[in-house]
């Protein structure tokens, strides 16, 4: 079962500019394989794409089931992504100065989310319009 963990945490100085930016609660997201306890996204705080196990604090995380994600290809796009470095040409052109941009080998957390779960144009994504299209997706 795949879930959409997001973060809600007060984090840093970088997660209040993108909940400031987008008008979001949300400042981070991660994809939770929850069969087998693993969190997949880019993270800026690791260095880019990588799984780790982590405690989800209500009080920091909401979780979201997305019955309809395909595991196996989340877990592709993982094992082809893992270890890439963190995107952020790809965050500052496409979230903060709307431009289309997509720079190969890289990734920020909603962009990375996006394509794990197969929707198009994935740096169009910040935390908020992903978890919007999940649920709408889910409807």
Known sequence: MIQLAMYKGKGMIGNAV???WTRSNYSHC?????????YMSSSLRD???RGKRMDLEPGNWD???LPWADGRRVAEHFE???GQPYGWLDLLRTQFLNRPF???GSAFCSEWCA???GFPNATSYSPRTLLDMCLYRGR
């Open 47 to 49: 260095g880019g794409v």
């Open 102 to 104: 997509d720079q190969e």
């Open 115 to 117: 394509a794990a779960l």
């Open 30 to 38: 991660e994809l939770v394989d929850a069969d087998v306890g693993v």
């Open 18 to 20: 993108i909940r400031a």
């Open 80 to 82: 082809q992504t893992r």
């Open 63 to 65: 979780v979201f089931e």
